[in-house]
Nanobody, 120 residues
């Protein structure tokens, strides 16, 4: 019914940049909030950034000033521009979307995750 798919992960050197993208598809009427979480090795999943439909953003303190979240409501996509990457940013990054289904109801949907590795 609803699919959330991430892309853009990979290997990058410290100080480098990477851009993650996520697209939601299926029986979608609207999307409230879209965001990114990450799970670092041996750690619990944590919020990285989120953005509401009207553009209000939330960032984790650890990435403020380095990452930028944006969305395209028409295309049902959310992106995360990641600059000045550090080894501590290495994690599996998950896209999340609060979706209003075409048939009614709220669905909290998650992508499969994309690996980001920051290493020299």
């Amino acid at each position: 019914q609803v699919q959330v798919v991430e892309s853009g992960g990979g290997l990058v050197q410290p100080g480098g940049s990477l851009r993650l993208s996520c697209t939601a598809s299926g029986s979608i009427f609207n999307i409230y909030t879209m965001g990114w979480h990450r799970q670092c090795p041996g750690k619990q999943r944590e919020l990285v950034a989120a953005i509401t439909k009207d553009g209000t953003t939330t960032y984790a303190d650890s990435i403020k000033g380095r990452f930028t979240i944006s969305r395209d409501n028409a295309k049902k996509t959310v992106s995360l521009q990641m600059n000045s990457l550090e080894p501590e940013d290495t994690a599996v990054y998950y896209c999340n979307a609060a979706i209003i289904l075409s048939g009614g109801g709220l669905r909290d949907s998650w992508g499969q995750g994309t690996q980001v590795t920051v290493s020299s």
